[in-house]
């Protein structure tokens, strides 16, 4: 049981003898400790309820409340209740946490099947800056749904079924070269996609040609069926790179070419039941006028002063399914297929309309149960505070941005490091450079933008990755020191300074941040509980000798240390960040 599960439920059994009913009474961590460790304004919520006062009525709860030896309560303000907790409380949960693989996380109280659709590239297409967001926040809260104990299903949705496939084949039957597609694969379709788009954006008839490709593709054609066959082969395999050195894997590949046979079945039976019309030539979706608020409609927009139809379009008036109909069928699937509770897709914030209305016409085929959910991010800008891009002023590719940071980081550790093999240095700047990269987007409210500034994201001393990485290895050389094992698991913490009554604070806290990430999907709030673990952690190591205080403070110290490095790292790693053994 976590502190604040404790203290909840005792001041619910104080509310029910002064109330005489079940209620139900809320326990934070206080955000200012001059006023205690944890904190419940629900006196004053369950005051206005039955129109009484509420200090009043947080006085009578405290007097009735059983604390036991855990700490003392008080009133403060209009009726909140503070609690502050005896160090003896703090000792007691370390010792737990200690105990316990899950270093004293709840699992879920309600486990669901999720899907987590994050990353999905364009095949073929430049793998815009966005992909990076989705792909490490993705997976961030990928591993933390798992450790939650949600059955969590991850699939990588790669749009390899688009109108890139008609320029790509377009360009490769007019001269693809053979050795750079070997060498590098995702370099040459970039490179046939560009000369594509470049010429059929100055010539009609090439703009032809690539739809006809495309058609020909979509309709079963074996010369480019096999040319597609052989792209997506290659691109899997650049992308599978990049996800190696990302440390990120999926269950599941079902891009959109997996939804072709079920798109026009699909389309059929929509038009039958009346959700979608004709319209121009194509199949629409239109407003069912829900919700009744137009401003919230997906299917509305504002235009001249006027709200206009803005239909989903399902099938376009040359016949052919897009982006949307894969989406719907691909709902459909998840829920049949895998019977997911929730989809939760990891897509940059341009795409919150599709995600809108597909999520509508999720609810009118008879998926309103499911928890969809589109988990919007914002941009990530130059240091010049614009959309990041490339001197060449493209957007720039997720494997060039993590070379930039390996590079970055290798002259970081040659500057400082105690790694002595060459190897081993090298081996070390990847993973200290891709840690930054990852801890800097997961350190940030996913809706903000953010400076993406390499100095800052490598700096020892800062909100970075490899801060956290460094706190962990000097937590660790402390046993290194050892003369001899210590078995901690029978030692009970005794906490005196100031320093480790506050560490100890902090650590129990893990098991009240970790359950909460998923609210509204912020792994960020995990990133900045592990910050402050860690500089809880150096002004303990400031504050209090270890190895040379006596016993039993000596022991009690080193279940500190060892607690804090295995929360560090384990909530690194739900964050998909590995830690050096050396540094
Ligand atoms: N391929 C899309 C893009 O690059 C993202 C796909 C997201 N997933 C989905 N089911 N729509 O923008």
Redesign the pocket.
């Given at each position: 049981m976590t502190l604040i599960q404790d203290l909840e439920a005792r001041l619910a059994n104080a509310f029910q003898s002064v109330l005489g009913e079940t209620v139900s009474a809320p326990v934070v961590a206080a955000a200012d400790l001059r006023f205690g460790d944890y904190q419940s304004n629900a006196a004053m919520a369950l005051a206005k309820q039955r129109k009484t006062n509420p200090r009043a009525l947080a006085e009578q709860v405290i007097a009735a409340l059983d604390l036991a030896d855990l700490g003392t309560a008080d009133i403060a303000g209009p009726g909140f209740i503070n609690f502050k907790l005896a160090p003896s409380s703090f000792a007691a949960r370390a010792k737990e946490q200690l105990a316990d693989p899950r270093l004293g996380v709840p699992e879920a109280a309600e486990k669901k099947t999720i899907v987590l659709?994050f990353s999905?590239?364009?095949v073929a297409k430049p793998m815009?800056i966005?992909?990076i967001r989705s792909t490490i926040i993705g997976d961030a809260l990928s591993r933390i749904a798992r450790f939650l104990g949600h059955h969590v299903i991850t699939d990588n949705?790669?749009?390899d079924w688009g109108t890139q496939f008609g320029m790509v084949t377009w360009a490769w039957k007019q001269g693809l070269n053979e050795q750079a597609l070997l060498e590098n694969p995702l370099q040459e379709l970039l490179r046939l996609y560009r000369h594509a788009s470049d010429s059929s954006k100055a010539d009609e008839s090439i703009r032809e040609a690539c739809r006809q490709e495309l058609v020909k593709l979509q309709q079963g054609d074996e010369e480019n069926f096999a040319i597609w066959q052989r792209c997506i082969e290659l691109s899997r395999a650049g992308l599978d790179k990049i996800y190696d050195r990302l440390d990120v894997s999926f269950d599941h590949w079902l891009g959109e070419s997996a939804y072709n046979d079920a798109l026009a079945p699909l389309v059929e039976r929509l038009q039958a039941d009346g959700i979608a019309r004709e319209s121009e030539g194509a199949l629409c979706i239109f407003s069912n006028g829900e919700p009744a608020d137009q401003a919230k409609d997906p299917f509305l927009i504002r235009k001249d002063g006027e709200w206009t139809d803005f239909p989903m379009i399902i099938r376009k008036s040359d016949g052919a399914f897009n982006?949307a109909t894969t989406?719907i069928a691909?709902v459909e699937f998840r829920r049949k297929e895998w019977k997911a509770d929730a989809a939760w897709?990891v897509?940059?914030h341009r795409?919150s309309q599709?995600f809108h209305q597909l999520f509508s016409v999720a609810a009118r085929l008879g998926y309103g149960e499911m928890d969809l959910r589109h988990i919007s991010f914002g941009t990530i800008l130059g240091t010049d505070g614009k959309p990041l891009k490339t001197r060449a002023g493209d957007l720039p590719q997720l494997d060039d941005v993590l070379d930039e940071a390996v590079v970055a980081a290798a002259s970081a550790v040659a500057e400082r490091s105690r790694v002595e093999t060459e190897e081993d240095r090298k081996a070390l700047a990847e993973l200290i450079g891709i840690s930054a990269v990852k801890f800097t987007e997961l350190s940030h409210h996913r809706l903000s933008d953010y400076v993406f500034d390499l100095n800052k994201m490598l700096a020892l001393q800062g909100d970075t990755a490899p801060y956290l990485q460094y706190s962990v290895v000097r937590c660790r050389s402390i046993f290194r020191k050892l003369e001899q094992a210590v078995d901690l698991s029978t030692v009970t913490p005794l906490l005196v300074e100031d320093a480790e009554i506050h560490l100890a604070r902090f650590l129990a806290r893990y098991g009240e941040v970790v359950p909460t990430l998923l609210d509204d999907h912020r792994p960020n709030l995990l990133a900045n509980y592990l910050l402050e673990l860690a500089r809880a952690y150096h002004s303990f190591n400031e504050a209090c000798p270890v190895l040379k205080a006596e016993e039993p403070l000596r022991n009690s110290r080193l279940l500190l240390c060892e607690l804090t490095s295995r929360v560090l790292v384990h909530g690194l790693g739900l964050l998909g960040i590995r830690c050096p053994d050396q540094m």
């Open positions: 659709d999905a590239p364009n815009h966005g992909h949705h790669i749009g982006y989406d691909t897709y897509v940059d795409q599709h």
